[in-house]
């Protein structure tokens, strides 16, 4: 036995090496930490507790806890949640209850080895191997720290695979849970699927029936698909209608239009290949959600999709992002968070080959259907009652003229809506509490509040808008102009803290956030996350919003 060192459970340091070192093929300092990581987390656990395990990292870690419990990766009692921390858990099956395990940096003296590897201060290469090995087995548990833990009870649920079925599109059994196809075949799988004589993706396949032909033996044939012709910068559009049957008169007009050779059908095209004018529809139909229709048939093999009313129009970014992954297909659309006149183009899509094999349709419409939400809709926005209460002291005494009560009440009647009544108010703390529920018991659905939102000790708004009984508040949006912006609730009405910026700005975040509220949208931190790109307005002397960067 190595003098000095501690034991990892029942086993000494030397033979918990030896079994890292038949288990793990080397014996990893990250292995032989996570024993002493196990046996700790097992000595808080009561004796006959039927545990599992959760590791917080997906190195080494998830080793030790298969060696030294009945937790393991086969049998679903460990679960490798990679969040690239040293630290692993054990918890009873039933109730959750369990201790977490982490090395504790804090424990660790600053000229060790291990604080070294720990933080990655050299390169694998020049560490002591040795050093840090023997500063292990001599510490023990003592650089770890220990805490209770309690399992979300979402956590806590028997994972089960479910039933099974056969995948449509690769014929292998899979769980169905996932969904109409495997998951593999959504395009998760880690192989490179480009492998053959054409470059994947590059160069589509054929139908067999589908032959090229010189243009003058097509005569008398069917056009099989929108055939485009362009006039630089002065037309484009379809010369040749699918299904159109080539006449002798049209000889020259191919000819002068560059198609010297088409397309023609010679037999039967199987069902494993779907055409772009079928996808095209599919994917519209797929695609839209409330307030989008199609814009009519296919053309050029293309769908247009419009807005069936006014509106907020909405994008599903990540679904949208899923569908434009598929191989073979492809969706384009306006920005998301824009106003819309009932007719407008909001979208378009297609299948780029002129046919789509029918397992790539199928991973295609797949990605639409797992969707929660649709990926292209238009909010009809409501007519709200608007309670403006404008805070601040100069205000409030005449030393300043008010400026903010026109440019809200503009902003909201273009939108459709009308302001109940503006209240002036000082930087009083009860006063905007009480002028707040009065607004709201006048029945606004919208409050808007102005200026009061910066970090002067006179700017009490927030604190005001508090005890009237706000909440679900977010303070602060990665938006320029309008960074003090608060958004909210209280009571049923939706809340709008707009910063005194409004008043040197054409537009702001109050542009960008009030269609949301009249939209009835829930505006989440993540929500105001995501606009810091595009969240700076350029101040451009011929402003020509919303058409522009601004909040895109």
Partial sequence: MTQGFRNIGEHTFDEFVEMATLFHNYPAPGLILGGYMVEEAKRHIPEGTLYEAIAETAWCLPDAIQMLTPCTIGNGWVRVMNFGLYAMSLFDKRTGKGVRVWLDMHKLAEDSELLTWYLKRKPKHEQDSDKLLREIGEAGADILSVRPIQLRADLLVKRSKGGIGECPVCHEAYPTVHGPICRSCKGENPYDNSLGDAPGGVVYPLPSAIRTVAAEEAMGREVLHDMTSIDPGKSKGAAFRKGQVFDVGDLCRLQHMGRNNLYVETGEVGEEWVHENDCAEAFAKGLSGEGVVSGGEPHEGKVTLKAAYDGLFRVNT???YAFNLCPGVMAASRNGWTMVKEGAEVAGTRAVPLYLQRADFVRAMQ????????????????????????????????KIEDRFEEIIRKKVTALGSEVHRAIIVPDNRDMIRDNA??????????????????????????HGLVDAGAHDMLYGAPLLPGTMTLIGKIGTARLLGVPACALFFKHTSLDLILPRLLADVDVTRDDLARMGEGGMCLGCANCTFPKCPFGK
Avoid: H, W, Y
Wanted: hydrophobic share 45%; proline share 5%.
């Fill in 318 to 320: 990540d679904a949208l």
């Fill in 367 to 398: 990605a639409l259907e797992a969707s929660d939400t649709p990926i292209f809709s238009v909010l009809p926005l409501r007519k709200a009652q608007v309670g403006v209460l404008i805070t601040g002291d100069e205000v409030f005494s005449g």
């Fill in 437 to 462: 529920r009065a607004l709201l018991d006048e029945g606004c659905n919208i409050i808007i509040t102005t200026a009061g939102l910066s970090v002067d000790p006179d700017d009490v708004t927030r």
